[in-house]
DNA sequence: AATCTATTTAGAAGTTTTTCTAAATAGATG
DNA sequence: CATCTATTTAGAAAAACTTCTAAATAGATT
């Protein structure tokens, strides 16, 4: 998916403020837009963007969506800035 | 700061590549522009958005300011993907 | 099958970003 | 002090982003 990608996912507020309700755990679509001062529509659209760069994943119950964070991205993005300020990969974990 | 700033100034391809440059130690203007296929005013520019998200910060010597990563910076933006990600704090480091 | 509900897609308007060229600044050197 | 060197600022053009409304899709319910 590249960094690229999920740094631009990153630096959107809305965006970022998603991710931070997923730590609850799941939501679908509906639950997500409703805590947003957004149409469905433009949260449709961020969680299309989350979901392309990898950081967040679906699955389909009903008529929902519902998106969860995927730990694995976040891992590696984790990685990338840890590295970047030049850690010993050892003194994380 | 604010993560909006930080994530915006990381979410360019040039802005991390001037970054992982400097994970080399410090570099003038001149030197980092000298890499890309950018002109001078351009990475002038990505070097005052690096600077404003405080992921740089500069010194100045004869004609010359030099980069250098900022570490506290890059640990405030590890420290909210290891949150985001569920981490336990004391896992890391 | 008709309709209701949840979500996405299309298209457009306004804003921000990226990059350039040209000009300005500011310190060093002859 | 005139000028050279390193960097930044200004202004403009093109591309990308954010958000909206309206319409489309797709699954569930009656």
Do not use: C
């Amino acid at each position: 998916m590249g960094f690229g990608e999920t740094f631009k996912a990153l630096s959107n507020p809305a965006r970022r403020e998603i991710l931070t309700l997923l730590k609850g755990g799941k939501l679908s679509a509906g639950e997500i837009a409703a805590r947003f001062p957004l149409t469905g529509a433009t949260v449709s659209h961020h969680l299309g963007v989350l979901k392309q760069a990898g950081l967040v994943f679906e699955t389909r119950e009903k008529n929902y969506v519902y998106y969860q964070l995927n730990a694995s991205v976040l891992e590696e993005v984790l990685l990338w800035v840890a590295d970047l300020k030049g850690e010993n990969p050892n003194e994380k974990l």
